[in-house]
Structures are given as structure tokens and as C-alpha cells.
């Protein structure tokens, strides 16, 4: 049986690049939801997330890729860096096997649950990146369906590592203003 995430990433990377694309250049210094984040930040901060795909899926251990994605990697060209990044995680993801396990900087598990983690950040900074250059902010309902299942179990644990803010109290029963009140984002 296929992973979900799996399915639904290559259309999640691809929304996620026409938004990019959509950014105005005065924008780019621009806040977002994630206060610590402007625009340029955030999309640097998926770039650094695309570039380690090969590498887990690969195989590779933390230790082996080392720091070459820390800091600026979009440079003057935050489009073109988030291009490239996507074509590489893109190639990566195509007929991937989730069988295995990778290290990650919270320890083992399976690249199943990385392809989730993967899906969950893209839907949500879909929609930071949205809100923060006044784009709409509809998400996929399937993207969204899946990322809340995963964000319902494992929130309390994403908080505590830092990853997400406190959930945010809704009374909302659209699926999209859960999930994104339930990783810190007032809607």
C-alpha cells in the first residue's frame, strides 16, 4: 500500500512553488505567521528542507550531509533556489521506498513518518506564505485531511520539541482552521 503523503507531496511542492512564484519583490522582507519569519525566511526554510530530501531518502544520516544547508540558501534568487530545491525532492519522492528508517535531529523513524512531516510543513507553510503575502489562502482538502490526522497525534510532541507554537483554541469545524490552530496559527 502507497503512503499517502507520498501521493500527495508532488502536488504540495508544486502549490507550494506557485505561491513562491507569486511573491511580489517588495514582499520578500514581509512578515509571516511564523513572527520569527519573514517571507524570504520561510521559503529559505523550505529550500534547506528540500535540499536534505535526497539525502534521507537516500539513505544518508545527519552526520553525513553535515551543515551545507544551514544559513541562506536562496541567496538573490529566492525562486530560482526554490526551484531547484523542488525539482531535486520531486526526483527524490518519485517511486521512493518508505520502508526503511532515517536519523532524524529527533531521533530514528520511519521515512513514512518523514514523508508526513514533509506533507504537514508544506500545507502549513503554504498557508504562512499565503497569509503573509495576501495571497489566497485556501489549502488542498485531501493535504489538509491527511496533514491533520498526523498533527492531531503528534502536536503535543511537535511542541515540545519546539517545532510549533501552542495550539490555538477554534471552535471551527473547517478541517484547514484545525489544523492550522492546532500548529500555532490563529486563523
Given at each position: 500500500?502507497t503512503n499517502?503523503?507520498?501521493?500527495l507531496?508532488?502536488?504540495a511542492?508544486?502549490r507550494?512553488g506557485?505561491?513562491?512564484?507569486a511573491?511580489?519583490?517588495?514582499?520578500?522582507?514581509?512578515?509571516?505567521?511564523?513572527?520569527e519569519?519573514t517571507?524570504?525566511?520561510?521559503?529559505?526554510?523550505?529550500?534547506?528542507?528540500h535540499?536534505?530530501?535526497?539525502?534521507?531518502?537516500?539513505?544518508e544520516?545527519?552526520e553525513?550531509?553535515?551543515?551545507?544547508?544551514?544559513?541562506d540558501m536562496v541567496?538573490?534568487d529566492?525562486v530560482?533556489?526554490?526551484?531547484?530545491a523542488a525539482k531535486?525532492?520531486?526526483?527524490?519522492?518519485?517511486?521512493?521506498?518508505?520502508s526503511g528508517?532515517?536519523?532524524?535531529?529527533f531521533?530514528?523513524?520511519?521515512?513514512?513518518v518523514?514523508?508526513?512531516?514533509?506533507?504537514?510543513?508544506?500545507?502549513?507553510?503554504?498557508w504562512?506564505l499565503?497569509?503573509g503575502?495576501g495571497?489566497p489562502?485556501?489549502l488542498?482538502?485531501?493535504?489538509?485531511?491527511?496533514?491533520?490526522t498526523?498533527?492531531r497525534?503528534?502536536?503535543?510532541r511537535?511542541a515540545?520539541?519546539g517545532?510549533?507554537?501552542?495550539?490555538v483554541?477554534?471552535a471551527?469545524?473547517?478541517?484547514?482552521?484545525q489544523?492550522l490552530s492546532l500548529?500555532?496559527r490563529?486563523?
Open positions: 500500500m499517502p503523503s507520498l501521493c507531496i508532488p502536488d511542492i508544486n507550494f506557485a505561491r513562491v512564484h511573491v511580489e519583490g517588495h514582499q520578500w522582507d514581509d512578515s509571516t505567521p511564523c513572527t519569519w517571507v524570504r525566511d520561510l521559503v529559505n526554510h523550505l529550500v534547506g528542507e535540499l536534505w530530501v535526497p539525502h534521507l531518502l537516500a539513505g544520516s545527519l553525513e550531509v553535515g551543515d551545507r544547508y544551514d544559513g541567496g538573490a529566492p530560482r533556489a526554490w526551484d531547484d531535486r525532492s520531486l526526483a527524490a519522492w518519485e517511486g521512493a521506498d518508505l528508517t532515517a536519523r532524524f535531529s531521533g530514528v523513524a520511519p521515512l513514512a518523514y514523508a508526513d512531516q514533509i506533507l504537514v510543513d508544506l500545507t502549513v507553510h503554504e504562512d499565503a497569509r503575502c495571497q489562502e485556501g488542498d482538502p485531501a493535504a489538509v485531511d491527511h496533514s491533520l498526523y498533527a497525534a503528534n502536536a503535543g511537535m515540545d520539541l517545532i510549533i507554537g501552542a495550539a483554541h477554534t471551527s469545524t473547517d478541517p484547514a482552521v489544523l500548529l500555532g490563529a486563523v
